[in-house]
């Protein structure tokens, strides 16, 4: 069966850069979620989509963005990068607004920065 | 707030014994729960979830869990471990409203052969 992809699954950036990580969600799924995982910890919710709506916001930092086009993909944009933004990123997507639908995770981007 | 808490960073358990993963949740309205395992360097795989119905959920894996509403706990349980099943443990809680998740600290778990 197809799963979320996401691309790059590795990426370095220098302090200050920019960076855009891109989630292709489960075909048929209208909700994208994003995560991010620091080293040794659990995942944090970032911000989620639906039907290329932003639905709910988390802890994203105003430096991030984030949209969902219309083919469903969605793109985090990562703007003034600083050494702390170094982690796992994780997308997520699942079928329908509800909180009990099941969310299918990506194998997620790592992120670097030096 | 919702909150989950998983009470043991390390679980340790010998090859074909039984294992049991703790979690326990926050009270909001109807508990949304779930199991995911994250393997090194890997994402998270959904294991199994409690929405309504039965208190005792079969997932993935030969994995199950038990929803005890009295003792707000959502335990994963197997009957016999396998070395394969060491990874990190996620249980996390989703609202009927907000969409996200919010994830335990994890538990990682070793089978010893």
């Known amino acids: 069966a197809a799963g979320v992809i996401q691309s790059p699954r590795h990426l370095i950036k220098e302090k200050r850069e920019t960076a855009t990580l891109k989630c292709y969600p489960i075909?048929?799924?209208?909700?994208v979620y994003w995560y991010q995982q620091g080293p040794g910890q659990d995942p944090q919710f970032l911000i989620s989509f639906y039907e290329k709506m932003q639905s709910d916001k988390g802890s994203i930092p105003d430096r991030f963005s984030a949209q969902q086009f219309s083919d469903y993909h969605s793109e985090l944009n990562m703007s003034s990068l600083e050494l702390g933004d170094s982690a796992l990123y994780f997308c997520?997507?699942?079928?329908?607004?509800?909180?009990?639908?099941?969310?299918?995770f990506g194998p997620g981007t790592r992120l670097t920065v030096l | 707030a919702q909150s989950v808490a998983q009470p043991e960073d390390q679980v340790n358990v010998a090859e074909g014994n039984p294992l049991t993963v703790k979690c326990t949740y926050s009270?909001?309205?109807?508990?949304?729960l779930f199991w995911y395992v994250q393997y090194p360097n890997r994402g998270l795989q959904f294991l199994l979830k409690y929405i309504t119905g039965d208190n005792l959920v079969k997932g993935s894996y030969g994995f199950e869990a038990e929803f005890n509403k009295s003792q707000t706990s959502f335990h994963l349980k197997k009957p016999s471990a396998l070395v394969s099943d060491s990874a990190l443990y996620f249980c996390a809680q989703g609202s009927g409203s907000a969409r996200q998740l919010t994830f335990g600290s994890g538990t990682q778990l070793t089978v010893l052969p």
């Open positions: 009270v909001s309205g109807n508990p949304y």
């Open positions: 075909p048929r799924h209208d909700t």
């Open positions: 997520a997507s699942s079928l329908e607004r509800s909180g009990t639908d099941t969310q299918y």
